[in-house]
């Protein structure tokens, strides 16, 4: 079974930094890349970036450029997003994503229960 | 900066169809934006529901159906249930260097 396992909400402060997780696991996992999205409250979707496990190729939304880290350790199948300097505007739910791309298919289709981060002084 | 529009809200009665569109400001949606519809729940993670237009996971309803419709993607629900009623939201891939993804703004499927 195909399970996309995040870590844990998180309390910070503005300035602090943090790395929250997803593990995968029921499937190779450095053979699928893995994305982030964040959801404020009360908000939509919003696409932050992806990562393929394999060779850690990383691609991020304009959006997210130089303001998140995705990365990942394949040798214990998780990806990471990470902050170096939280913001009050960072508080949302994020989670992570699997996209299955092949030729003629692109299908995100297994997603992580999600990690709310609340940044509040 | 590319926009991909929904309807906001849409209200349904139980044993209808309804069918939700996803437009994009670059132009016609093709197949070659894979759209991927996806349904949350309060509360809940986003679920996949619709991937590369029309195709379905293993674990999506039988009443949900994906096309392309009028240069726009669409999401078809017949014979709707009380349980459809959930944000709606879809995803078109623009790709290139960055990968480009877009999610449409969401539509609440209010079902009365």
């Known amino acids: 079974e195909v399970q996309l396992v995040q870590s844990g909400a998180e309390v910070k402060k503005p300035g602090e930094s943090l790395k929250i997780s997803c593990k995968g696991s029921g499937y190779s996992f450095t053979s699928y890349w893995i994305g982030w999205v964040r959801q404020m409250p009360g908000k939509g979707l919003e696409w932050m970036g992806i990562?393929?496990?394999?060779?850690?190729?990383?691609r991020y939304s304009p959006s997210f450029q130089g303001q998140v880290t995705i990365s990942a350790d394949k040798s214990i199948s998780t990806a990471y997003l990470q902050w170096s300097s939280l913001k009050a505007s960072d508080t949302a739910m994020y989670y992570c994503v699997r996209l299955e791309e092949d030729v003629a298919v692109a299908a995100w289709d297994y997603w992580g229960q999600g990690t709310l981060v609340t940044v509040s002084s | 900066q590319t926009v991909v529009t929904q309807e906001p809200s849409l209200t349904v009665s139980p044993g209808g169809t309804v069918t939700l569109t996803c437009a994009s400001s670059t132009g016609a949606v093709t197949s070659g934006y894979y759209p991927n519809w996806f349904q949350q729940k309060p509360g809940q993670a986003p679920r996949a529901l619709i991937y590369s237009t029309s195709n379905k996971h293993s674990w999506t309803p039988a009443r949900f159906s994906g096309s392309l419709l009028g240069g726009k993607a669409a999401l078809t629900l017949s014979g709707v249930q009380p349980e459809d009623e959930a944000e709606y939201y879809c995803?078109?891939?623009?790709?290139?260097?960055?990968?480009?993804?877009?999610f449409g703004g969401g539509t609440k499927l209010t079902v009365l």
């Open positions: 995803l078109l891939y623009y790709g290139g260097a960055q990968l480009g993804v877009v």
């Open positions: 990562i393929y496990p394999g060779d850690s190729d990383t």
